[in-house]
């Protein structure tokens, strides 16, 4: 059960780090501009150029990081951790940016202002996204390594992983909103 658990967050964390990177080091002009559709922002100032590019670099250097240490870690473990090409860490990581953005123009359509939460989509969408891309862009990986059980594990342990992190971007005063 442990080896499951470590294999998910393994396979996810090039998912996961993006959106943290774009808060730390993010900013800059916003990727609609300013243009609104009905009257409403098309996402906000939240998601930027910078802070797309920021995350979407992080999250597949990471990719290829975990690669070298992975070998350690399965030695030191005994656990079998799926490896990254640079295709399939640049999918997981601009999905998962991908998915954020389309969180957020879909937060605006309904009228949810920026940092409002919205249970479900906050902690998945960017999950969405980052499997979606990479089951797109690198099909056999994803296959071999999103097993229905990874899935399930990623699904149920993103949500409580993203409130942490939330929490502690709070606190430190990274964030608004502590969720």
Known sequence: MLEAVARAVWAMLPAYVPNNAAVLFGGGRPIDGGRTWNGKRLLGDGKTWRGTAVGTLAGALLSLLLNRVAGRVEGRTGWSLPRFSLRTGLALAFGA???????????????????????GLDQLDFVAGALGLARLLAPRWFDRTFTRPTVAVVLLLTPLLHVVANAVAYLWGLKDEPY
């Open 97 to 119: 940016m991908l998915g954020d953005i389309a969180g957020s123009f879909y937060k605006r359509r309904t009228g949810l202002a920026r940092g409002q939460m919205a249970l």
